[in-house]
């Protein structure tokens, strides 16, 4: 288990972090540009030193009062964005890099071993220069992994390649995680890459974390605003909530949620837009606004792919919300900006924020 507890004051913030991951876990860290991820990743490499606090792997201690370990004794893998390969050397020269051959039982058996597992087989004899943007990175990779690292961090190492190539990097990322049984640590903006890698989600601002946990709990239960709109919950309403029940008020309507709440009082709801879906008909004679329901009208779309993202203003609501809906229902209903449409949000998936 990594465990790590440090303080660092780094203009015009402090970095107050206090994490625990476990074996085989990948935390993923996410944050505006500027809230102090790189520098927590330097901490726990060494290249930072903290002001106070402990970090330790499995009773590893890399640093606390009275221990401080060099970096080349923390066994740490570092991957960032860009390579930081030798410009001068081969790619199997790169590989061996940090190894004592004397030192190390089956050296060239490993090294084989990883080079079938990178798919780099054809690239040993060439220089960086001559790779790919994704070849370059399997390198980056390979060296990390040829140290034996007892920790593995990842500065968004994918964040210049292709789509496709990213897509293939993740599987090794996990790939990785299930064979090599250690803590790794994943800085992105992306929010799919953040999704699909994280066995953990930390949300950082100003050099804190704000919130961490199991990252279904971060996606889909924020505990303020501030997260709900870095984990893409664009959808943040004020609400009045109806004492003693598990309802609130927004405009004219009245929304079933999850939590209950004993006292009424003003309260944050949000809801992601994939959460809110198109209705083609209403089964019931009850009023719609019952079922979460609402009449709205479409006010922009952008195509994406295979989905629309909508902007829909909801009547009842008075709210602007964004919706995704796939494009096979924009094409069969034949939505079209200007066009009203019944939406309904999913009372399961509706957050009162901060409860």
Not at 94 to 103: E, G
Not at 286 to 300: A, F, G, Y
Request: glycine share 6%; net charge positive.
């Amino acid at each position: 288990m990594l465990s790590c507890f440090i303080r660092k004051k780094i203009s015009p913030f402090i970095i107050d972090m206090d994490i625990e991951l476990d074996n085989s876990q990948i935390m993923v860290i996410l944050g505006q540009s500027g809230c102090g991820k790189t520098s927590f990743l330097n901490l726990i490499t060494g290249f930072l030193t903290p002001d106070e606090g402990s970090i330790v792997n499995n009773k590893h201690i890399f640093y606390n009062h009275k221990i401080n370990e060099p970096i080349h004794k923390r066994k740490i893998g570092y991957i960032q964005q860009n390579s930081c390969l030798f410009p001068h050397m081969t790619v199997k020269e790169n590989l061996c890099y940090s190894v004592n051959k004397r030192q190390q039982k089956g050296f060239e058996k490993k090294l084989e071993e990883l080079i079938k597992y990178l798919d780099i087989e054809s690239n040993l004899k060439q220089y960086p220069h001559e790779l790919s943007g994704g070849q370059q990175q399997r390198v980056a990779i390979g060296r990390a992994l040829m140290m034996q690292p007892e920790i593995i961090l990842w500065d968004e190492p994918f964040s210049s390649l292709d789509y496709s190539i990213r897509q293939d990097l993740r599987e090794l990322v996990i790939t990785i995680r299930d064979n090599y049984n250690i803590p790794m640590i994943f800085v992105t903006h992306d929010l799919r890459e953040a999704y699909t890698l994280g066995d953990k989600i930390a949300i950082m601002k100003d050099g804190k974390i704000i919130q961490q946990g199991d990252k279904n709990e971060v996606f889909k239960h924020p505990s303020n605003e501030e997260v709900a709109k870095i984990v893409g919950m664009t959808n943040v309403i004020k609400a009045e909530s109806i004492k003693n029940t598990s309802r609130c008020q927004v405009g004219d309507m009245k929304l079933s949620t999850l939590n209950r709440i004993k006292e009424s009082k003003s309260i944050m709801i949000g809801i992601r837009p994939e959460d809110i879906v198109y209705v083609r008909e209403i089964h019931t004679s009850k009023d719609i606004s019952n079922m979460n329901v609402s009449i709205s009208t479409v006010l922009s779309m952008r195509h994406e792919l295979d989905y629309y993202t909508l902007k829909v203003l909801s009547h009842e609501m008075n709210e602007v919300l964004e919706i995704i809906l796939p494009k096979y229902v924009i094409d069969k209903y034949q939505i079209a900006e200007g066009k009203k449409i019944k939406i309904m949000l999913k009372y399961k998936e509706i957050t009162v924020l901060g409860v």
